[in-house]
């Protein structure tokens, strides 16, 4: 009986027990609804609750009836703005294609206007505290390293050296047996440029060689990994809140799973490469990674940096190729100019030998711009703003506010460039036959100012080494003419679809 009682009295103990974990349980699950809810509502709030005509064509993507990009879109808007600068409300995003502004944000007030938090964020787990990611003292000290180094005759050399041997050894053996092939020759060039910049890049960086452009096309473990990497974290950007990429991350689900796997993959092989030079010594060494290891000793900063160049030196290459190769097939005078520059300046059966020949050949540098300011491979770029500012052409910026300064929209401006502002026209850039360069502020391509590109040369040695050995011996034509680009969503340009070749021996 006392069993049964006392056995009585504890379920109801217990029921009690059970009746109070519920209802606790139950509160923390409220409290955390209405707390999110006040946090997207709070985050979320001016966005939704905008009704002006932009950012309803923005919300509906209504912009897509008339344009193909949205980039197309915003620079319509930039050219009718009378200041050249725009607002989306639902965005939080002020865009300019003013180069008083840029040079505002990008010189003068420097400092107010930094990546920021946000966009270090975004970039974070793949990027560390490496170059492209951070403000500050660690901006400085890196920045101060990397251009003493990349600053070297001997730097200079090794990447003339690195890009000559990718193109001699893998670009042309591959184009030269897809052009055998009578029935099959039809190469997605894009696919094959960035498979060339991804071996330059590691060669230059880290002094790896993942063999991407071997004649079989190989998959690299490491290339995917990399590749899945950018992909998922440029895709944080374009989700509407934060906090919805971060539970993700927290919960180890769907997309941000397969992150950090990739990111895992890739910290592996860093690491392993650091460890291996370290072991066989790194002070004979040309790639930047044992250059570095004079002065940084800490093995996880060491993969951070040099995972920043492969990031920033490997998709912009392969973009600025596909377009600079797209214009090329639809500009045929052009192409010839570049071939009669060539066998002037280097002999008509001579070859390149080394990095000086290049800087005579002014007309395929002014090809080279002039593409880019087409088409540029990073046709946007955000600054946030630290303290309440007012730009030169009178548009206030709110403290925490997103600034995007934009390339593709600037390289269509009148004001700027003339009324043949759409037109590919490489003569714009030569005074009586020599290249000159235009106020970097207009050309923002390589940004400018004091965070000025840091790749510049290595890109324009290897975009005229690729131009000048495959066009003195290949055509191409474009596999799908009237094809206007699309491009995919992303950190960089890229063409949906790739771009289709026709790969033709020229004295065949
Ligand atoms: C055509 C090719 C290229 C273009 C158009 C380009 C463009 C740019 C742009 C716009 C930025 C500024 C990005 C930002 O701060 O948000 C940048 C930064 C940078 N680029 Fe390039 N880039 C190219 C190639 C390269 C290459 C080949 C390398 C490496 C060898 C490289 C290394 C860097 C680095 C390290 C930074 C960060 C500089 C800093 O924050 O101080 N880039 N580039």
Known sequence: MSLFHHSSM??????????????????????????????????V??????????????????????????????????RNSPTQTIDIHVLGNTITANPNNVEYMLKTRFDNFPKGKPFSTILGDLLGRGIFNVDGELWK?????????????????????VVMCETERRLMPLLASVASKNNSNVL?????????????????????????????????????????????????????SPIIWKIKRMLNIGSEKKLS?????????????????????????????SRFMGTVSDVKYLRDIV?????????????????????????????TAILHEIDRVLGPNEDLVNFDQMRELHYLQAVIYESMRLLPPIQFDSKFCLDDDVLPDGTFVKKGRRVTYHPYAM???????????????????????????????KYPVFQAGLRVCLGKEMALVELKCVAISFLRRFKIELAAPHRTPRFSPGLTATFSGGLPVLVRERRG
């Not at 995972?307 to 998709?315: E, P, V």
């Not at 290459?317 to 052009?334: I, R």
């Not at 390289?411 to 000159?436: A, H, N, Q, S, T």
Request: proline share 3%; hydrophobic share 45%; net charge negative.
């Open 10 to 43: 504890e379920s109801e103990a217990s029921w009690w027990l059970q009746f109070l974990h519920a209802s606790l349980y139950f509160l923390i699950f409220s409290l955390t609804i209405i707390f999110s809810l006040f946090i997207l509502f709070y985050y």
């Open 307 to 335: 995972i920043s160049f492969l990031l920033a030196g490997r998709d912009t290459v392969a973009s600025s190729l596909t377009s600079l190769f797209w214009l090329l097939s639809t500009h045929p005078e052009v192409e």
């Open 141 to 161: 000290f890196q920045r101060k390293m990397a251009s003493l180094e990349l600053g070297r005759i001997s730097m200079r050399s090794y990447a003339f050296e």
């Open 411 to 441: 390289g269509r401006m009148e004001g700027i460039w003339g009324p043949d502002c759409l037109e590919f026209k490489p003569e714009r850039w030569l005074k009586d036959g020599v290249f000159f360069q235009e106020n970097p502020f």
């Open 45 to 78: 709030r001016p966005r939704f609750w905008c009704n002006c005509e932009v950012c309803h064509t923005y919300i509906t993507s209504g912009w897509s009836l008339q344009f193909h990009n949205l980039c197309d879109w915003y620079t319509h808007l930039l």
């Open 261 to 289: 796997e990739a990111i895992k993959m890739i910290n592996i092989l860093a690491q392993e490469v650091i460890r291996q030079k370290h072991k066989a010594g790194f002070s004979d060494q040309k790639d930047l990674l």
């Open 188 to 240: 997605d060039l894009q696919d094959v440029f960035r498979r060339f910049s991804f071996d330059t890049i590691c060669k230059f960086s880290f002094g790896l060689d993942p063999k991407c452009l071997e004649l079989s096309l190989p998959i690299s473990e490491f290339a995917i990994s990399f590749d899945l990497a950018s992909k998922l974290s440029a895709e944080r950007a374009m989700i509407a």
